[in-house]
């Protein structure tokens, strides 16, 4: 790039990360926040004697930039941003940028749910069995950060859609879709294939001798993998349903247990008899699923695609097993927070999308008082409303704006009541649940209308569930 003018959009964790690794590469550095910085984030600047701005985009300092890495929170629709592809400037995500300074093997994990939880596990097992890797992208520190600051052999990446979008030559050496249901719709126009579209591009650049992992009970994932043809090799994975039964996406499943959907391709990962399957390189791994530390049986799922990753990587069966059965987990996501009198409260605030929900009542093993709301992002929560009228004792909705959620589930469940701090949800809950009953926090939306993040949303439940 001829003119080393470096310019970051966005100074959370992505953008400072591209800062850093942006200044540490030679570029004349400037970032852009149009809003308020994190202290921390602030101070790290000033360390580093990077130039920044808040409150504003100064067009002026912005526009003479050679490429602008733009942060993922920000979208394509930004009078910036619009702007900046106006004057032709490149502009490209934190990902591309950071991957053109790393030699390392990477990994990605992608999916409208369950790709921190894979993604984490992966890195388990990885780390368990002694690899140099790090976790990174939408999980932790920036992909950008960690090359900066030091080396390593392999990197596990949660990818978000908003992360892909701006992926032109970046590739996985190892790709994992986890499924794609509607989400971000409010990002996307209401347009689903966008959506999709920008979920593909993490199979983008992937060639001969690559590994592509996918959950072929997807119809979405199935169409678009016949429609794009990658060239890596592929191994999907499902579990074992009986005949006739519908999906974790309601979708009728008429074929034989574990045989592929596409007859060109084997499986790679399957559930049989109370174990976990995994067939890679003409060799077999089983583990018994009561074995597993995770429970649900969308964390088999989980399980399976981070075992063909630990399999393609010739991790030991001794290993594989050991890290699949002691891995902790991961906070917000079906996180068991207290019994109180009886009532079990569980922290899924990681939910921030109606399919997940849906995996957590499905989960449930109880009557449930599900507390959810926030900001809502074009969702459907026909999804999600048969298990409602079957587990669900009450709702809490819990945000400044309920509307939406007043506008579906009104006259489907008996008691409804509405909140805007999670105090008042956290005892509302405390009063209606009974003995043996599951108090819930799944969301279904964004947490950005009353808290930080779904992180602050989380420890907020917590601190109040403890308090009771």
């Known amino acids: 790039m001829s003119n080393r003018r470096f310019v970051v959009l966005g100074g959370g964790e992505s953008g400072v990360g591209a800062a850093l690794l942006a200044k540490e590469k ?23 004697g990077i130039e920044f701005e808040e409150g504003r985009h100064t067009e002026a300092l912005i526009l003479q930039a050679g490429e602008v890495v733009k942060s993922p929170g920000i979208p394509d ?59 990174a992208g939408n999980i932790g520190k920036s992909f950008a950060r960690l090359v ?15 992360q892909l979008e701006g992926v032109y030559d970046f590739k996985a050496d190892i790709a994992v879709l986890l499924n794609i249901t509607p989400d971000h719709l409010d990002r996307y126009g209401n347009d689903l294939q966008r959506y999709i579209d920008a979920k593909m591009r993490i199979i983008r650049n992937q060639e001969v001798g690559d590994a592509l992992i996918y959950w072929i009970d997807d119809p979405i994932l199935n169409r678009e993998i016949e429609r794009l043809k990658p060239k890596a090799s592929r ?34 990962g399957y559930v049989n008899d109370g174990k976990l399957w995994i067939e890679v390189k003409e060799e077999r791994f089983d583990m018994e699923l009561e074995l597993l530390a995770l429970e649900g049986m969308h964390n088999v ?6 075992g063909i990753v630990a399999k393609l990587m010739d991790i030991t069966d001794e290993q594989l097993r050991a890290s699949l059965s002691d891995f902790k987990g991961i906070p917000h996501r079906l996180e068991n927070v207290a019994t109180v009198r009886g009532v079990q409260y569980v922290n899924d605030s990681k939910a921030t999308n109606v399919n997940s929900c849906w995996y957590a009542l499905q989960s449930t093993r109880s009557k449930t008082v599900l507390i ?11 999804e999600i409303e048969e298990l409602v009228r079957t587990k669900v004792r009450a709702l809490i909705f819990l945000g400044k704006d309920n509307s939406r959620l007043h506008a579906f589930f009104d006259g489907k469940v008996d008691t409804i009541v509405d909140t805007d701090s999670m105090k008042e949800a956290v005892d ?39 308090r009771l």
């Open 235 to 268: 191994y999907p994975f499902r579990g074992m349903k009986p005949l006739g039964t519908t999906n974790l996406l309601g979708v009728n499943n008429l074929h034989e247990p574990n045989r592929s959907l596409d007859l060109k391709v084997p499986l790679a």
């Open 77 to 135: 629709s930004a009078p910036i941003v619009r702007a900046i592809r106006e004057q032709g400037i490149p502009v490209i995500s934190e990902i591309e940028f950071a991957s053109r300074y790393t030699d390392a093997k990477i990994i990605c994990v992608t999916g409208s749910n369950g790709k921190s939880t894979t993604a984490s596990l992966i890195h388990h097992i990885l780390k368990s069995a002694g690899l140099n890797v790090a976790l």
């Open 26 to 48: 030679g570029f004349e550095v400037f970032l852009s926040d149009f809003g308020t910085l994190q202290d921390e984030h602030r101070e790290t600047l000033q360390l580093h």
């Open 148 to 162: 900066a600051e030091r080396e390593f052999d392999y990197y596990v990446l949660e990818l978000s859609s908003f």
């Open 428 to 466: 509302a809950a405390y009063e209606l649940a009974q003995k043996g009953d599951t108090v819930l926090l799944s969301p279904c939306c964004a947490s950005f209308d009353l808290f930080k993040n779904y992180e602050d949303r989380g420890d907020q439940f917590k601190e109040h569930v403890r």
């Open 301 to 306: 799922y989980n399980s399976l695609a981070s």
């Open 372 to 382: 959810l709301g926030g900001k809502d992002k074009g969702n459907d929560y026909s």
